[in-house]
């Protein structure tokens, strides 16, 4: 039962998306792209040793989108039939026809598109025995369950391995193609304060496009269950003002909360917090922040984007200052500026704005000194809910993490918010770590924000 | 056969005795239970902005997911070829958890019986609506919403629809088909006053018909509600921080029965005795006025089915009922394994997802109160009327959700619109603080998503005014 086995039939996807790019053309399009993926993926689910789930499957699916002078529709299919793509075809023209002229709609200019396709290593031929896969789960959740004896319970450890190649093709003569492959682990184990017999649940993960290169089994499940464990006997706060410090992975999602509000679909629409202040001051001077999408191996590389432009390294804040919206082609056309190939796209989805490789460049303080630093105040280790409003900036989450007293973790904190907005909250960054480590398209190190409002009790 | 199913079935190039080979092929000696399920889906899309339809999106999609359970184990597969050895392969995926030797019988197919109700009849609920229809109705909204007010600058507005069939087939026999309209009008006005920007969302769905969005005048309601609460938030204040009583409006504040209840209710959670809700049937939960159902059956809801994700008939489960935890809700393997009624909860997103027990329309029964004699009876607190997302935490019961319309009560009288607070509590615990319930019930409008494991389902919810004594409000303001 080697992933193998479920390798799709050979199709030459070239020359399917050839044919439906002449195809659109005969029908009367006068421009069309043309996306094709296919892919397989196998999960393995285990919980207290046992095997709980098995997953397997393999996919493809292609997507066409058509322009008829400034009128565009777009469809996808998993039917590769034949019938079913000459419906595809007349469908999506079908469609387009009825929608209302659109000036800024179109293909990016032909001779925009990428010229190399450099390979950025983010395929991996791995292909891991169902045994094998079994095993690196059960050696995960093994980890987390010797590591204390307060980690009573579990929510089970999952390793996934997936492959697939995308290609695409549009009518200026662009045809790119690449390869990719994901290897994942995460383990989530319960913690249960023996007094109380209250409990916490937290996780850890790693991924990697390369399997040698991701963490061992042993140190996610370890650190799965010091992240539980630490929660136990948490306490609520009473209501007042703190400073605040974010962990990498709270950072790295007010970064994603940044990201948004400077894509440019949210700026053209007028939903973002970040309108006119291109060129203006949004943090402190240590604050630098990369869009890199041809980071080798990085989990939002890719040789072009979802247009066929290149993608590219853009500074987006430089030195507290933002220098550079996201954008693709026709929201670049929106704003009367040119796309920075952050083009994302499903497939058969009009592109959007999605993040490369978009991270905050590490200082140089390690994260025990940024504790250290603070006299009394939070250290936020997980948020949740969705109160983040992109228009105004106004941002408002549960939390959970630890109450530092002296430079100190002093005790673990629950069913508390953090209130402030996002402008002022990037204005406010003090410190930002050296720990900058890559876990998802968006990174962070640890940084701390002067002040926020804390609700509590 | 003339039967309905076959007629689903043919729709999938498949017949009857593919089936049962199928089955024949999974249900192995160690494997309890097998299924299979094939779904095409049918989506479509149109939306608008600066006045313009400028998209449009269809998408075409089906295959079949194949299962087999083996004591506590799932072995689960998909394919989006629907070839006999498409089907074979998945089949042998999915036995390997139960480590048997291949199977080579066929299945007999024993009874094939449908929901004897339809709680959203095809007729009504065509698909087939012309691209031209819809993109009328999107220009229509866009002019309404400016007419509300100057102030609003830009409307955004989209129509989806989903045209889904279902067939189940099962290694107990039981061969069922359902086929599944959903849709949703959603519109979100940006409103600009001196360089203060806000934004008001409104909108509404079911598994309805397009007729559905003209009657009652119901699109031009949705472009006025979200163009009244984008100016409301020109003049809201900042939401005050810490403790308050909150008054929860009817309708789709539901969402924290949804977040702070309805999740830790579900089976898995408890079978693995990772829920805060483990081993508490038959006790306190809520305060005496609070009885929760979650009901599948209502007509055109937007989470109701004639049958869930495995064939089983949807139902009214009794949760809460006047604070006493009652049930959980179940799927197939977890009531199986801990031995309760099986409720018809067992859904997925699609082909591609494993079953999970899942909402479907959750609420709090109408109680007695008058909801202005609620609102009246606070002398500070807030009042919500509108809500973004939540969450919850399942193991240690933390739950929140955000305001995106709400006001200050003072002295018994709303006052001012405060801007987007999140409201913080503990699952177990909030309910037992209601003190006041109207006798107003309301269900949402139909435009909830709920998220699980990655899986996105469409539910419902529902509230009559609550009166909650005590909640933390994370607002700006001390």
């Known amino acids: 039962m080697a992933s193998q086995e479920l390798k799709s039939a050979d199709k030459n996807f070239a020359e399917l998306a050839t044919d439906l790019l002449s195809r659109a053309r005969t029908h009367g399009a006068t421009e069309a792209d043309v996306m094709v993926a296919d892919g397989e993926t196998f999960s393995v689910q285990v919980r207290l040793s046992a095997v709980d789930r098995l997953t397997k499957a393999r996919e493809k699916r292609l997507g066409l989108r058509v322009f008829f002078g400034k009128r565009s529709a777009s469809a996808s299919t998993s039917d590769f039939s034949k019938e079913s793509l000459d419906r595809l075809v007349s469908d999506t023209c079908a469609l387009a026809k009825a929608v209302v002229e659109d000036d800024q709609s179109g293909l990016p200019d032909g001779n925009l598109t990428a010229k190399d396709q450099p390979d950025l290593d983010l395929f991996d031929s791995t292909s891991l025995e169902t045994e094998a896969q079994i095993d690196l789960a059960r050696r995960g959740e093994a980890a987390a369950l010797a590591a204390d004896p307060r980690i009573t319970n579990s929510e089970g450890a999952e390793f996934d391995s997936s492959s697939g190649r995308v290609l695409l093709g549009n009518s200026h003569g662009f045809l790119g193609e690449y390869r990719s492959s994901t290897f994942s682990i995460s383990v989530s184990p319960i913690a249960t304060a023996p007094d109380s017999g209250s409990m916490q649940q937290d996780s850890w993960y790693a991924v990697r496009h390369r399997f040698a290169r991701l963490d061992s089994p042993e140190s996610v499940g370890q650190e799965a269950a010091r992240r539980a464990v630490r929660r136990l006997g948490a306490r609520k706060l009473s209501t007042r003002r703190a400073p605040v410090v974010f962990d990498q992975e709270m950072a790295a999602g007010l970064l994603g909360n940044l990201f948004h509000a400077a894509s440019g679909y949210a700026l053209y629409k007028g939903a973002s917090f970040l309108i006119g202040h291109l060129g203006k001051r949004l943090a402190p001077e240590l604050v630098t922040i990369y869009d890199d999408g041809r980071l080798p191996g990085g989990l939002g590389s890719r040789p072009f984007d979802g247009e066929g432009l290149p993608t590219r390294k853009t500074t987006v804040v430089e030195r507290g200052m933002l220098t550079s919206y996201l954008l693709d082609t026709y929201s670049g056309r929106k704003l009367g500026l040119a796309s920075t190939g952050n083009a994302s796209r499903g497939v058969g989805e009009s592109p959007s704005v999605g993040p490369t490789n978009f991270y905050l460049v590490p200082g140089t303080t390690a994260p025990a000194e940024i504790l250290r630093s603070v006299r009394e105040g939070l250290y936020v280790t997980e948020l949740i809910g969705f109160g983040v409003n992109m228009v105004t900036g106004d941002y408002s989450r549960g939390a959970a993490g630890f109450w530092i007293e002296n430079g100190e973790l002093a005790y673990p904190v629950e069913e508390i918010t953090i209130a402030g907005n996002l402008k002022q909250m990037f204005a406010d960054i003090e410190v930002v770590g050296s720990d900058l480590e890559f876990r998802g398209r968006i990174a962070s190190p640890t940084i701390k924000i002067r002040e926020m409002m804390i609700a509590g009790t | ?478």
């Open chain 2, 1 to 478: 056969m003339s039967t309905q199913e076959t007629a689903e079935l043919a729709q999938f190039g498949l017949g009857e005795l593919e089936i049962r080979q199928a089955l024949g092929r999974v249900k192995v000696r160690d494997v309890d239970y097998a299924d299979l399920y094939f779904e095409s889906r049918v989506s479509e899309s149109v939306s608008m902005e600066e006045g313009i339809v400028k998209r449009a999106t269809k998408s075409v999609s089906q295959g079949v997911g194949v299962r087999a359970t083996a004591g506590e184990k799932t072995g689960f597969a998909y394919s989006d070829e629907l070839t006999r050895k498409d089907l074979e392969i998945a089949a042998d995926t999915a036995r390997y958890i139960a480590n048997s030797p291949q199977g080579a019988g066929t299945l007999p197919v024993t009874h094939r019986q449908r929901p004897n109700r339809d709680l959203y009849p095809a007729e009504t609920s065509v698909a087939d609506i012309a691209t031209h229809e819809r993109v009328d109705l999107l220009n229509l909204i866009d002019a309404e919403a400016r007419r509300y007010d100057p102030r609003i600058k830009n409307v955004m507005a989209s129509f989806n629809t989903e045209y889904k069939i279902v067939v189940v087939a099962t290694s107990e026999g039981l061969l069922v088909g359902d086929v599944q309209p959903l849709s949703r009008l959603q519109v979100t006005c940006i409103a600009e006053e001196h360089g203060n920007r806000q934004i008001g969302t409104f909108g509404g769905g079911g598994r309805v018909g397009f007729a559905f969005y003209s009657e009652r005048d119901r699109y031009r309601h949705y472009a006025r509600e979200a163009a009244r609460q984008a100016i409301l938030n020109l003049s809201a204040v900042d939401a005050p921080a810490g403790i308050m009583t909150v008054v929860l409006a009817g309708g789709w504040p539901g969402i924290l029965l949804h977040e702070a209840i309805g999740h830790g209710l579900e089976a898995d959670f408890n079978r693995r005795k990772t829920s805060a809700f483990s081993n508490r049937i038959g006790t306190r939960v809520a305060s005496e006025l609070c009885t929760i159902v979650d009901d599948g059956t209502l007509p055109f809801r937007r989470g109701s089915l004639n049958m869930d994700d495995e064939g089983t008939p949807t139902g009214r489960a009794v949760l809460i009922e006047r604070g006493i935890l009652r049930g959980y809700i179940t799927d197939r393997l977890n009531a199986k394994l801990l031995g309760i009624p099986l409720t018809g909860n067992g859904r997925r997103e699609s082909f591609q997802s494993v079953v999970l027990p899942r909402m479907t329309n959750t609420f709090m029964l109408a109680g007695e109160s008058d909801p202005q004699d609620i609102i009246r009876s606070v002398k500070r607190g807030l009042y919500a009327v509108s809500f973004g997302g939540g969450q919850v935490d399942i193991t240690n019961g933390k739950f929140v959700f955000s305001a995106s319309e709400a006001y200050l009560i003072e002295d018994g009288a709303i006052t001012k619109p405060v801007k987007g607070a999140t409201l913080i509590g503990n699952g177990p615990e909030i309910l037992t603080r209601v003190s006041m319930v109207g006798h107003d019930l309301k269900l949402d409008e139909g435009i909830g998503t709920c998220g699980k494991e990655g899986q996105s389902v469409p539910v419902g919810v529902g509230l009559p005014t609550i009166r909650v004594d005590e909640i933390t409000v994370g607002g700006t303001k001390s």
